[in-house]
C-alpha cells in the first residue's frame, strides 16, 4: 500500500479511535490528541493535572484502543530501581531467573513521577531513551512500541523530588490537564454513578502502531517549515541573537535541539492525522506549546507577573 493511501486510512482510524476514548472520557479532547500525537511520534508525556482527573482512567482507556499492553506504577519514596526494572532471584534448581517489572509493557504510567527519589527516577529514564534496562550486568530491550506517560501533581510539593530540566527534556509533550466544564462534568457523574460499564475495543494492534511511527518518519517536510521550527526555538533562548525583548526579559534558559526534532516530529503526525500529506508551519504551531512549555525556565520577575509559558510561547509565533 503507498504511504498516500496509508495516510487516509490513518485519517479515518484516528476518528473511530477518538469515538471509542469517548465512550469512556468525556472531554478533555485536546489532552488526547495530544497523547495520540505523542504515541504516533514514539515520543513520551508527562501529563501535568490536579487528582481525580480521570489521567489513569485515560491512559488506560487509550492503551485498550490501541490494543497495547498497559502497566501502571505508583511511584512514591520507597520505591526502588528494582521495583519498576524488575530483578533476579534463585529459582528451585539454584539458578538465577530474571523477574520483569512493570516497565515491560507497552504502555506504562509513571503515576506521580516526582514522588520517588532520583535514583528510581533515573531508572525509569534509561528505559525511556535507550528503550532497553539493564539489570546484573545483562541487557533486556523492551516490547516496540514504547511508551511513558508520567503524571505529576502540581499542587503538593511537600516530600517530592522535582525532575531535573536534563530529564524534563525527555518528554515529547508535557500536556496540562484542566478541569472539566460544567456540561462535561454533569455527563461524567451521569456515566459514572450508573450500573453500566462501557467496552472499549482494541482499533490497533502493536505492530500497526510501529508502522505508523514509521510512517510519519517518512513524512516529507519542507525546508522553510524546519527553519521555522528551529528558528521559534532558538528564539527561546535569552543568549540568542534570535531572541526578541520578552524572552531576554523573562526567560532564564530557552529549549534545545531536542524540541527542534520533536517539534518536526509532532508537527508531522499533527498534519497525518488531519490529512495532510506533509506539515506547513501552522502544524507547527499546533504542537508548539506543549513541545516548549517544560522546557522553557521562566525568571523570577515572569513569575512575580504572571507571566505564563504559553504566554511566552505564543508571542513567539
Given amino acids: ?25 468525556v472531554g478533555q479532547e485536546q489532552v488526547i490528541n495530544q497523547i495520540l500525537l505523542s504515541v504516533f511520534s514514539g515520543g513520551h508525556s508527562l501529563l501535568v493535572g490536579v487528582p481525580g482527573l480521570a489521567k489513569t482512567l485515560m491512559v488506560n482507556t487509550i492503551a485498550k484502543a490501541l490494543g497495547l499492553d498497559f502497566k501502571r506504577i505508583q511511584f512514591t519514596p520507597d520505591l526502588m530501581p528494582s521495583d519498576i526494572l524488575g530483578a533476579e532471584i534463585l529459582d528451585e534448581n539454584r539458578q538465577f531467573k530474571f ?26 529514564l534509561e528505559a525511556m531513551q535507550e528503550r532497553a534496562v539493564t539489570v546484573a550486568g545483562h541487557h533486556y530491550k523492551l516490547a516496540s ?15 517530592t523530588y522535582p525532575l531535573p530540566e536534563a530529564q524534563l527534556d525527555r518528554f515529547m509533550f508535557a500536556i496540562n490537564l484542566e478541569y472539566p466544564s460544567f456540561e462535561e462534568e454533569v455527563a461524567v457523574v451521569k456515566q459514572t ?33 524546519v527553519e521555522y521550527a528551529v528558528g521559534l526555538v532558538a528564539k527561546t533562548r535569552p543568549t ?6 520578552l524572552v531576554k526579559n523573562y526567560l532564564d ?34 504542537v508548539a506549546i506543549g513541545i516548549l512549555r517544560h522546557r522553557i525556565i521562566k525568571n523570577y520577575k515572569a513569575e512575580a507577573e504572571g507571566i505564563s509559558e504559553e504566554k511566552i510561547i505564543t508571542e513567539l509565533f
Fill in 1 to 25: 500500500m503507498s504511504d498516500v493511501a496509508l495516510v487516509k486510512q490513518l485519517v479515518e482510524k484516528h476518528q473511530q479511535l477518538k469515538n471509542e476514548i469517548a465512550r469512556v472520557i
Fill in 99 to 124: 523477574i520483569k517489572g512493570p516497565v515491560f509493557a507497552n504502555i506504562v504510567l509513571a503515576d506521580e513521577i516526582n514522588r520517588t527519589p532520583p535514583k528510581t527516577q533515573a531508572a525509569l
Fill in 145 to 159: 512500541p514504547y511508551f511513558v506517560l508520567a503524571t505529576q501533581n502540581p499542587i503538593e510539593q511537600e516530600g
Fill in 193 to 225: 454513578t450508573n450500573d453500566e460499564v462501557a467496552e472499549v475495543n482494541p482499533l490497533f494492534t502493536a505492530k500497526e502502531i510501529v508502522n505508523i511511527q514509521h510512517l510519519i518518519r517518512r513524512v516529507p517536510v519542507a525546508d522553510n517549515v
Fill in 240 to 245: 540568542s541573537d534570535k531572541a526578541p525583548t
Fill in 253 to 286: 534558559w530557552g529549549a534545545g535541539p531536542r524540541a527542534s526534532q520533536n517539534l518536526i516530529l509532532a508537527a508531522k503526525a499533527h498534519a497525518v492525522v488531519n490529512g495532510k500529506f506533509s506539515p506547513d508551519i501552522e502544524n507547527v504551531q499546533a
